[in-house]
């Protein structure tokens, strides 16, 4: 689990103001990933992680200015009986600005292996304010064993409850400018969402749900990277 670099916020003089703050903050654990009990904390520790402040605000900007004018054109979908998402657009995206492949390499290097490829297509989520995510497990067949996710404009909270133990859970904090990563038990055993405003608690604390886009990069599913053929060569 990665903590602080609460620092982008912060310059100068304000900084030196509140770095006492900030410390007896750091003291008290990591502040951005909450659980229902310190063994689920222990043995998610680098599978579900979230690092703040992971985008520079030029960055964020970068990839909102990028984005904007491609979700635009569509409408926000609400209410399929089964969907999993209400209240959002979305698209897929494969071309970038040279500002956002870097942004998109620093990602890959955070959160996958070497080993690992990644799908082609890069995920755009726009969550309209009263947008939310139900509980759900991304499909084996469309995603491997990692899932990174970048989030801008709004802060949310995304829940992860354990699929057979509902009573295992953890809370991630997910600023704006933070990646997320769930990866092996927290991407395969535990559900995750994003809360409706009504329901977006950091333990006590409210954390007002506006737009929020998210930026999502997955692993190929198991089995169908180069060198790791879908189907084997014919046999003559
Ligand atoms: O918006 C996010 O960060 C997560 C989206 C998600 O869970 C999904 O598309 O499967
Ligand atoms: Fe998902
Ligand atoms: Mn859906």
Known sequence: MVCGNMG??????????????????MLSGCSWVRGSDP?????????????????????????TRELEPQLRRRRYEYDHWDAAIHGFRETEKFRWSD????????????AFGPDQTLLSLVHVLDLEPRGYIKPHVDSVKFCGSTIAGLSLLSPSVMKLVHTQEPE???ELLLEPGSLYILRGSARYDFSHEILRDEESFFGERHVPRGRRISVIC???PEGM????????????
């Open 99 to 110: 500002a956002s492949q870097a942004i998109l390499h620093r990602v890959q290097e955070a």
């Open 8 to 25: 982008r916020l912060l310059s100068g003089r304000l900084k030196m103001a509140v770095s006492g703050r900030l410390s007896m903050r």
């Open 218 to 220: 997955r692993s190929l």
């Open 39 to 63: 063994a689920v904390l222990s043995r998610l520790r680098d599978e579900a992680v979230v690092r703040p402040g992971f985008l520079s605000q030029a960055e964020e900007d970068t990839l």
């Open 168 to 170: 295992q859970w953890l």
């Open 225 to 236: 990277g180069p060198g790791r053929p879908e189907k084997p060569p014919p046999a003559s």
